[in-house]
């Protein structure tokens, strides 16, 4: 969200869904952040959309004001995923979803605030006893077991957009 509270910094909720379509991140087949095109609807201040397909569960809300709000389970939480990895995460799957959605508030927010600061925060809940799982193919195994003793984990941080036009690679990473 824009540090800096504007109720109407993006005019219309047309111009709130436009900002969305044209921010859009593709990096492997499934697009950040997904549009239901049977639940993406306006409200009366924003667009908003919500999913359930497959192991996919998600949510989004964009405001008017500038604030975007996602939530979503995790896909290994699936059945299929227990099954064959137990109760874990894909590294590989955290990797890109944190880069899907820093590579998506950069260009909505160049768009809509060009010369705002934000803050964002990504929060992880359920992750205590959670071991990290190499499930990509082309992933190397990890030889260890890496365990989250934690139950969350939250990360807060505020960059202006022009920080983050030049470095949402490198913020990914950290």
Do not use: C
């Not at 509270?5 to 859009?24: F, H």
């Not at 699936?78 to 979803?97: E, M, P, R, W």
């Not at 927010?109 to 934000?118: K, N």
């Not at 077991?145 to 969350?152: G, L, R, V």
């Amino acid at each position: 969200m824009p540090v800096t509270y504007n109720k109407q910094r993006v005019p219309s909720i047309t111009e709130v869904y436009k900002s969305l379509v044209e921010s859009e991140v593709h990096l492997r087949g499934w697009n950040f952040p997904h549009f239901d095109k049977d639940t993406k609807t306006n409200f009366s201040h924003g667009r908003q959309s919500h999913t359930d397909f497959m192991h996919h569960t998600e949510a989004h809300r964009a405001y008017q004001s500038g604030l975007f709000v996602w939530r979503g389970q995790y896909w290994e939480n699936s059945d299929n995923f227990t099954k064959q990895h137990g109760k874990s995460l894909s590294f590989v799957n955290v990797i890109y979803t944190v880069t899907e959605f820093l590579l998506f508030l950069k260009r909505y927010y160049e768009r809509i605030a060009p010369d705002a600061s934000i803050r964002f925060s990504i929060g992880m809940t359920d992750i205590k006893e959670r071991a990290l799982e190499a499930t990509d193919w082309n992933s190397i195994p990890f030889t260890g077991n890496y365990t989250a003793k934690d139950s969350s984990l939250e990360i807060d941080r505020e960059y202006s957009v022009p920080e983050l036009r030049a470095t949402a690679e490198e913020i990914a990473i950290m």
